[in-house]
């Protein structure tokens, strides 16, 4: 009896015994060696972490390609046709026979076009001639109409001229001319896109 007793509680201690030996910890999704460490490889995204972002799975099958969808819509209706060329020209206003519109888009050899534009001579006056000095000229020039027009300076004495598309010079007195004050002179000359030119003198003085 006594045996058995004994054997009974040897059983019951071992029993209990392995019931109360905390188990291993699992392994974490990531440990795909499952050697419980960290290795390098296994850290996915490169973030220097070990955590749930590093689990992922073998990349999959590339999936079948899908159907072709059904073709585009009908043709639309073709649109009304555009105003000639002769005819915007008729709508500015102009008044003529369709040689007429030729006539006036034709080449400068062979243009009825007449352009216009005007210089006007003057003086100006400046405070300053040690270093360069903006003068505006714009309100000397017509620019020339129709077509564009070419600004520009020459025959300068005494200094240097340079002139923009708006009609400001850019005046450069020479040291001789600044150390005496003598005046900077020069041609202020617009040409049109028919080659014709005008030109008038522009004198600018030292105050």
Same mark, same amino acid.
């Not at 500015?92 to 216009?116: A, C, H, P, R």
């Not at 300053?128 to 564009?148: E, Q, R, W, Y």
């Given at each position: 009896?006594?045996?058995?007793?004994?054997?009974?509680?040897?059983?019951?201690?071992?029993?209990?015994?392995?019931?109360?030996?905390?188990?291993?910890?699992?392994?974490?999704?990531?440990?795909?060696?499952?050697?419980? $460490? @960290?290795?390098?490889?296994?850290?996915? =995204?490169?973030?220097? !972490? #070990?955590? /749930?972002?590093?689990?992922? +799975?073998?990349?999959?099958?590339?999936?079948?390609?899908?159907?072709?969808?059904?073709?585009?819509?009908?043709?639309?209706?073709?649109?009304?046709?555009?105003?000639?060329?002769?005819?915007?020209?008729?709508?500015?206003?102009?008044?003529?026979?369709?040689?007429?519109? $030729? @006539?006036?888009?034709?080449?400068?050899? =062979?243009?009825?076009? !007449? #352009?216009? /534009?005007?210089?006007?001579? +003057?003086?100006?006056?400046?405070?300053?001639?040690?270093?360069?000095?903006?003068?505006?000229?714009?309100?000397?020039?017509?620019?020339?109409?129709?077509?564009?027009?070419?600004?520009?300076?020459?025959?300068?004495?005494?200094?240097?001229?340079?002139?923009?598309?708006?009609?400001?010079?850019?005046?450069?007195?020479?040291?001789?001319?600044? !150390?005496?004050?003598?005046?900077?002179?020069?041609?202020?000359?617009?040409?049109?896109?028919?080659?014709?030119?005008?030109?008038?003198?522009?004198?600018?003085?030292?105050?």
């Amino acid at each position: 009896m006594k045996k058995l007793f004994f054997i009974s509680l040897s059983l019951l201690f071992i029993t209990n015994y392995i019931y109360s030996q905390e188990g291993l910890p699992g392994i974490n999704c990531w440990d795909l060696n499952g050697n419980r $460490i @960290n290795d390098l490889e296994e850290d996915k =995204n490169f973030d220097g !972490e #070990y955590n /749930a972002l590093d689990c992922q +799975g073998f990349t999959g099958q590339t999936g079948a390609t899908g159907a072709t969808g059904p073709p585009g819509g009908p043709r639309g209706e073709q649109g009304t046709p555009g105003a000639s060329a002769y005819q915007i020209w008729l709508n500015l206003g102009n008044q003529g026979t369709e040689q007429d519109f $030729i @006539n006036s888009i034709g080449t400068s050899n =062979n243009s009825t076009l !007449e #352009y216009t /534009a005007n210089v006007q001579g +003057g003086t100006y006056q400046v405070e300053k001639c040690c270093c360069p000095t903006a003068v505006d000229l714009s309100s000397n020039i017509t620019f020339c109409s129709p077509g564009s027009s070419i600004i520009y300076a020459a025959n300068e004495q005494n200094g240097t001229v340079i002139l923009d598309g708006d009609g400001t010079a850019m005046i450069f007195f020479s040291d001789e001319a600044c !150390e005496t004050k003598q005046s900077l002179i020069f041609d202020l000359i617009i040409r049109c896109d028919d080659s014709s030119i005008i030109s008038e003198s522009i004198e600018i003085n030292i105050n």
